[in-house]
């Protein structure tokens, strides 16, 4: 489910705050060596430029994960302006093992990003005499084509086993996004859907 990995990378985040150290660095002393995870996590970094400093009011997170013997990276790059949220990039990094259709790859995780940033971004479900108010995508929106962020798609060459990728980017997308924020503005977001103000 996409719930634990929202808790436990924005967790480790929180951890990597505490200890004052960078959320990447943490994570790299907790991976183990030479794991397909850690990999992913270290190009994704290398491809969004980690150690670049950014310009006042954007921020930039991170958030792993591993499913469907697979290993995803994403890093979130997002601008604030007071309760203004814009997503401006992703950069995912993937590792399935062999891959058939890369094309079919790349849109798989583009559209698990769109997905799961609706509803990190909007779907919020309210109940209402017991029954829920929302029935469809006219009350319960996804992002539109003008609200998608750019995301950026490298894959990892592999020879192992081939692994799953329907929802792979699903999980790491909410986490790396509020772990952005907070690289932004120091607030830290730990229900969704997100509201700034």
């Not at 967790?11 to 790299?28: G, M, S």
């Not at 994403?74 to 203004?84: F, Q």
């Not at 583009?110 to 109940?127: D, H, N, P, R, V």
Request: charged share 25%.
């Amino acid at each position: 489910g996409t719930q634990n990995p929202f808790a436990i990378e924005s967790f480790i985040d929180e951890l990597a705050v505490a200890a004052e150290k960078d959320p990447l660095e943490l994570r790299k002393e907790l991976l183990v060596e030479d794991s397909r995870l850690k990999n992913v996590m270290l190009i994704a970094a290398e491809k969004a430029e980690w150690n670049k400093k950014l310009e006042k009011g954007k921020g930039r997170g991170i958030a792993i994960y591993e499913g469907y013997n697979s290993f995803c990276a994403l890093v979130a790059e997002v601008t604030v302006n007071g309760s203004k949220l814009s997503v401006d990039k992703y950069v995912a990094v993937i590792d399935c093992g062999i891959v058939v259709n890369p094309d079919t790859l790349e849109s798989q995780i583009e559209g698990s990003i769109a997905f799961a940033l609706s509803a990190a971004l909007k779907q919020k479900i309210t109940i209402k005499n017991g029954a829920i108010e929302q029935s469809n995508y006219d009350d319960f929106p996804l992002l539109t084509l003008s609200e998608m962020p750019k995301v950026e798609v490298h894959i990892i060459p592999s020879v192992e086993k081939v692994g799953g990728i329907g929802e792979l980017a699903i999980a790491p997308t909410a986490p790396a996004l509020c772990n952005a924020i907070y690289n932004s503005t120091g607030k830290r977001i730990r229900k969704l859907p997100i509201e700034l103000n």
